[in-house]
């Protein structure tokens, strides 16, 4: 069975840093290329960065360039997002899985992780 436990999320200041944190099991992960995304209310998932499942291959949304890493640790089958530098539209519901691209398809949601940058 496929898990996916989003953690890390919190209330933080504009301008701080946070670490997000992606434990998976029930699938190959190493395999796979991963990605985080988020939602707010009304609005449609969007997908914040991926990581090839190699790890070599990076994408940013624009908005997040020089501001967010993401990385993944196969051995752990655990994926990261350090968020550095953090802004109010930052504010959302952040999950991980499976990027949707390539062929590939996401599996079902987890619970996901809030951030909430306010001051």
């Known amino acids: 069975q496929v898990a996916l436990v989003e953690s890390g999320g919190g209330l933080v200041q504009p301008g701080e840093s946070l670490r997000l944190s992606c434990a998976t099991s029930?699938?190959?992960?190493?395999?796979?290329?991963m990605a985080w995304y988020r939602q707010t209310p009304g609005n449609e998932r969007e997908t914040v960065a991926y990581?090839?499942?190699?790890?070599?291959?990076?994408y940013y949304k624009e908005s997040v360039k020089g501001r967010f890493i993401t990385s993944r640790d196969n051995n752990k089958n655990t994926m990261y997002l350090q968020m550095n530098n953090v802004q109010a539209e930052d504010t959302a519901v952040y999950y991980c899985n499976v990027l949707n691209q390539y062929g590939f398809t996401p599996y079902s949601w987890g619970q996901g992780t809030q951030v909430i940058v306010s001051s």
């Open positions: 990581i090839m499942s190699n790890g070599d291959d990076i």
């Open positions: 029930g699938f190959p992960f190493n395999l796979y290329p």
